[in-house]
């Protein structure tokens, strides 16, 4: 077992949000990526927790990031929003879009939201959940600018583009929850690689390659000069879809591919492409919450090959970790409570060893 400790959401809650406020953010913004942040832990997900908060002060200090910025809608016609994120907090920018995009899905019934140059938007099922919460199906194609490249292509050698991540939800309904589909085309994110380093991890086989194209189990060579690079999964079906992040979100947002927005210290910026629809104007309607019901008992139905792991949807990994999360705390190992502790320091707040 990894050196960790347990802190309850709500104290992470207010530290992440005193810290942000302390580095210029409003207290309604800080509020906003506070609670996105823990929300990625209790989902599970510490890769995109406050894990990410060391990097977010530094992309505030060098201007890589503007925590006072907000989304610059821009209506270009019929069921399409061109969003600019004006370098603004991911978390505050990305959910001001999608709630475009939900507005304009009421009365069009689909909303294309196209955003760019967002910061770090963090965990993307957060606005599948946000949109999914009232009622619309959406996909979201996302890429990564400004950052070094971290995944090679399949059969290359070298990484050439980020972990570009992909979501699609499908609305609750009749008590049943979300579908909520949403994970990184590299076979683990970067921030993965982050925790097993912390943790003194190694990580599973299959997943990166060394600087010299060899595969590893070393975490370090993500954060070491010559870096080695992640994988796509799948073969070349996750480049593909890797390089589809590339195009849609990417090239069609004008918020640009790893290959022509020039690298800047600190800065993670992200541009979304995002499809929202109000499944209840499609023909299925009618039929909607039983097809859905029915396909996903069918589908769990399957016997288990191993008993102890059931079939499971997409989604429901998280809501057991923030169920279990948050009756027992959340886990953050020692490391990244120190790097939090440090920067914390850096803004004049003292926090205690635990
Ligand atoms: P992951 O590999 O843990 O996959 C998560 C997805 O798989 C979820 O939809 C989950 O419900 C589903 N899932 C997990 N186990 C399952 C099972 N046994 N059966 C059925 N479904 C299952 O996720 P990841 O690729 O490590 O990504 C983690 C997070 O990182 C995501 O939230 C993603 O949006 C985020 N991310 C963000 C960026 C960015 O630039 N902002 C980049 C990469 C990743």
Redesign the pocket.
């Given at each position: 077992m990894h050196d960790a400790i347990s802190l309850p959401h709500e104290r992470l809650r207010t530290v992440t949000a005193r810290l942000l406020v302390a580095t210029g953010a409003t207290e309604t913004d800080a509020v906003i990526v506070a609670d996105h942040l823990v929300d990625?832990n209790l989902s599970g997900?510490d890769?995109?927790g406050v894990g990410m908060l060391p990097q977010y002060v530094r992309a505030i200090r060098s201007g890589a990031v503007d925590p006072r910025a907000h989304a610059r809608i821009e209506d270009r016609g019929g069921a399409v929003l061109s969003v600019d994120g004006q370098r603004g907090f991911g978390q505050v920018v990305a959910r001001e879009a999608t709630a475009a995009g939900m507005e304009r899905a009421r009365s069009t019934g689909v909303a294309l939201v196209a955003l760019r140059n967002a910061s770090?938007?963090?965990?993307?099922?957060a606005y599948g959940e946000q949109a999914a919460g009232a009622g619309f199906a959406s996909v979201h194609f996302?890429n990564?600018v400004g950052h070094p490249a971290l995944v090679a292509p399949f059969r290359g050698s070298d990484a050439r583009f980020?972990?570009?991540?992909v979501?699609v939800t499908v609305p609750p309904a009749n008590g049943r929850p979300a579908v909520?589909?949403?994970?990184?085309t590299s076979v683990?994110?970067l921030?993965?690689a982050r925790v097993a380093m912390n943790r003194g991890e190694a990580m599973a086989e299959g997943l990166l390659i060394d600087a010299q194209g060899c595969p590893t189990t070393d975490p370090k060579v993500m954060f070491q000069e010559p870096r080695g690079a992640l994988l796509a999964f799948g073969l070349h079906k996750g480049y593909g879809l890797a390089l589809a992040c590339e195009l849609l979100a990417g090239a069609m947002t004008g918020g640009g591919t790893l290959s022509t927005v020039p690298f800047e210290t600190d800065r993670?910026g992200?541009n979304m492409l995002s499809f929202l629809f109000d499944p209840q104007r499609l023909p299925g309607a009618g039929h909607l919450e039983e097809e859905v019901a029915a396909a996903i008992g069918h589908v769990k139905a399957s016997p288990p090959a191993d008993p102890s792991l059931p079939v499971?949807?997409?989604?429901?990994?998280?809501r057991a970790a923030r169920a279990k999360r948050v009756a027992e705390g959340i886990p953050v190992e020692r490391a990244t409570w120190e790097q939090i502790r440090e920067v914390a320091e850096s803004v004049g707040m003292r926090l205690e060893n635990s």
């Open positions: 990625a997900h890769s995109h770090h938007v963090g965990r993307i099922g996302v990564v980020s972990t570009n991540p979501c909520v589909l949403d994970f990184a683990a994110a921030g993965k993670i992200n499971l949807v997409a989604g429901e990994p998280e």
